[in-house]
């Protein structure tokens, strides 16, 4: 993938590390000549240029990109960021970073996001799903298609423990993704078995979160 990131802090830096070392091509646009430091991500493009001007994505060629991501340390930045990916450049992915989380609301479709990440709620979450046995925990929501990447532990008295996954009645628009069991990490078939301990996650529409519940562990929300 071709990957425009705007913000070359330390967020958008390890960002094009990871990407970078993956085989990616990827192109950070940073506006501060403080922030530029191209030895850091070598292999990456550099732009110093605001990304918020429409001129100045035209020179960065984002129409040629498969991914644009906002990644700078104000969020108003990064809602025109996603706007301008989205509206001018056709973006098909557009990654936002949030970080008021009193913001949140505003990193939709209408802006052009399509993933949002919260810090906050990702730290929330991450500490739920460390501790959580027996409930659901969302993990991650996909703005645009309104799904979310969701996480159950499964305990020991879990109604489907033993049984295939082709024998676990799944509602619609859900699917589950993976099973992490101990440090395996399992794509699962229909003849892989869910077992006690393990880490579901799947990926389902919000509003068949509750279901999703009620099935893997026999309960709903209180």
Do not use: Y
């Not at 501060?32 to 001007?53: I, N």
């Not at 706007?83 to 450049?89: D, G, I, V």
């Not at 969302?138 to 990447?149: C, D, E, I, P």
């Amino acid at each position: 993938m071709r990957v425009a990131i705007a913000g070359a802090g330390n967020v958008g830096r390890s960002i094009a590390s990871e990407l970078v070392g993956n085989g990616h091509q990827v192109l950070l646009i940073e506006r501060d000549p403080d922030s530029m430091r191209p030895e850091r991500v070598p292999e990456a493009e550099w732009l110093l240029a605001d990304a918020c001007e429409l001129e100045n994505l035209r020179q960065a060629h984002l129409e040629m990109c498969d991914v644009a991501v906002a990644a700078t340390g104000d969020d108003k930045v990064n809602l025109v960021v996603s706007l301008l990916s989205k509206t001018e450049f056709a973006v098909p992915r557009v990654v936002a970073r949030v970080n008021r989380a009193e913001n949140e609301w505003l990193f939709n479709e209408e802006w052009g996001v399509d993933v949002s990440v919260s810090k906050p709620r990702l730290l929330a979450a991450l500490v739920e799903e460390a501790v959580s046995v027996g409930d659901l925990v969302r993990l991650l929501t996909f703005r645009q298609s309104q799904a979310n990447l969701v996480e159950i532990t499964l305990p020991v008295d879990a109604p489907h423990v033993g049984r295939r996954v082709a024998e676990v009645p799944l509602p619609h628009d859900v699917a589950l993704v993976a099973i992490i069991r101990g440090r395996r990490v399992i794509a699962p078939t229909p003849d892989d078995t869910v077992e006690a301990g393990d880490e579901l996650v799947f990926v389902c529409h919000e509003d068949a979160e509750d279901a999703t519940r009620a099935v893997m562990l026999g309960k709903t929300r209180l």
